[in-house]
């Protein structure tokens, strides 16, 4: 088709844009082969949009979306989840297509109110709802937190197409958009899964069991290829992954990310990291962050039981990339986990306070810290070996607990 609109199955379209200029995704996470904003529209009795693109992409898309049908005509614009690479376009959408409601979960719908001006028309829809479109039906499936508490699927029922937003996706870029015709992207698909899904494994566990009794011809994720041929390896890939993942946590690992001006910093961070090894079962990741990617520090968070941080404290402040740190921190994902703080200091030690603070703020579980003035001592060292200890402790003693 002209304007690379391309066909799914006989009502669907995709008429999403493609992004080859992207270089990180919501910060954290690098882009190298760019991505997909996957947009569908259904040509049946009653007009369907299945998500949007991102904002910037507006110009293309309209010209799309006017190509196969008057905007005056759409009945319904599904938004299986309304971040913004997904709704970003739903405003303007409505301008021209007034006669629209939008369709999506409580969540869903609560939050576009939220982050658009216009006034839209909605209908909020639960696990089994149905919409009959004249001549087939929408049914939607719940999937919260994949990766936001507002996410559903899908399922084009007579066509069986199932749209399923960040599930199943990459970030990939290729205009060929389909799985058999796309060159190998397994890296993408797997590189997507660690830093925008694995931290909700238990969900994605749950939503694979509610879409398995279903009659699945193909799954349109919401970026990357369309998945027409291979489907179901990326199902099983998924399910792999996630019972992985969910195992991880049992080695109460630790995440040490840390910057030192100085050294100390860094010294005392040894100390404690063995400290916390001289306690069975606990694995430490100790890594000083001046340079580390933020996609690689969401990872370790995500699978860390516990988290110290340490900075030193230069000008009244800490430094740069422990603020980054904080950024990625994710209270939803994070909330609970042991954490703690370290560094050094040469005049009024501010740092140990905002370490604190925003820990807290992001709703950590904060026990206990260590700093020292200027270069630690043997006793020093002495004091941080035994604060490893006893947060290695804390932490056997909270995993026994749940």
């Not at 660690?194 to 009659?215: G, H, N, Q, T, Y």
């Not at 603020?323 to 009024?348: C, E, M, Q, T």
């Amino acid at each position: 088709m002209e304007d690379n609109i391309l066909r799914v199955s006989e009502s669907v379209l995709w008429t999403g844009c493609i992004d080859h200029d992207l270089v990180t995704f919501d910060v954290v996470m690098e882009t190298k082969y760019g991505t997909t904003y996957n947009s569908y529209f259904i040509d049946a009795d009653k007009k369907v949009l299945i998500e949007t693109v991102k904002e910037s992409f507006w110009p293309e898309y309209e010209r799309k979306i006017r190509s196969l049908v008057d905007p005056a005509d759409i009945q319904y614009i599904v938004l299986n989840h309304t971040e913004p690479d997904h709704s970003g376009c739903v405003g303007h959408l409505l301008e021209i297509a007034p006669n629209a409601v939008i369709v999506g979960t409580g969540n869903a719908i609560r939050y576009l109110h939220d982050m658009t001006p216009v006034s839209f028309k909605s209908i909020q829809v639960k696990d089994g709802d149905e919409i009959s479109l004249g001549n087939t039906t929408l049914r939607f499936i719940s999937a919260p937190n994949l990766h936001w508490p507002d996410t559903m699927y899908t399922y084009l029922v007579e066509e069986r197409v199932l749209f399923t937003c960040d599930s199943f996706g990459a970030h990939y870029a290729d205009e060929r958009m389909f799985d058999d015709l796309v060159d190998h992207w397994d890296d993408s698909f797997k590189y997507y899964f660690d830093v925008i899904l694995k931290p909700f494994s238990k969900f994605m566990l749950r939503a694979i069991e509610r879409i398995r009794p279903l009659d699945i011809r193909v799954i349109a994720p919401g970026h990357g290829p369309i998945l027409r041929s291979s489907w179901k390896k990326y199902v099983e890939l998924s399910e792999k992954y996630s019972l992985e993942a969910i195992e991880l946590p049992q080695k109460l690992r630790v995440y040490m990310p840390y910057v030192s001006a100085y050294h100390n910093t860094g010294v005392l961070a040894e100390a404690i990291a063995r400290g916390l090894k001289s306690k069975p079962g606990i694995e430490v990741v100790l890594e000083d962050i001046e340079h580390s990617n933020l996609g690689e520090i969401d990872m370790q968070l995500a699978m860390a039981s516990g988290i110290i941080v340490g900075c030193p404290t230069i000008n009244q402040n800490i430094l740069l990339p422990v603020y980054r740190l904080f950024a990625v921190i994710n209270p939803l994902r994070d909330r609970g986990k042991l954490a703690g703080g370290f560094g050094s200091y040469g005049w009024s030690g501010e740092g140990m306070k905002m370490i604190r603070t925003n820990l807290e703020n992001l709703k950590l579980h904060y026990t206990d810290d260590v700093f020292v003035k200027f270069a630690p001592h043997d006793i020093d060292l002495e004091k941080a070996f035994a604060y490893g200890e006893r947060f290695a402790e804390e932490l056997i003693r909270k995993a026994a607990e749940n």
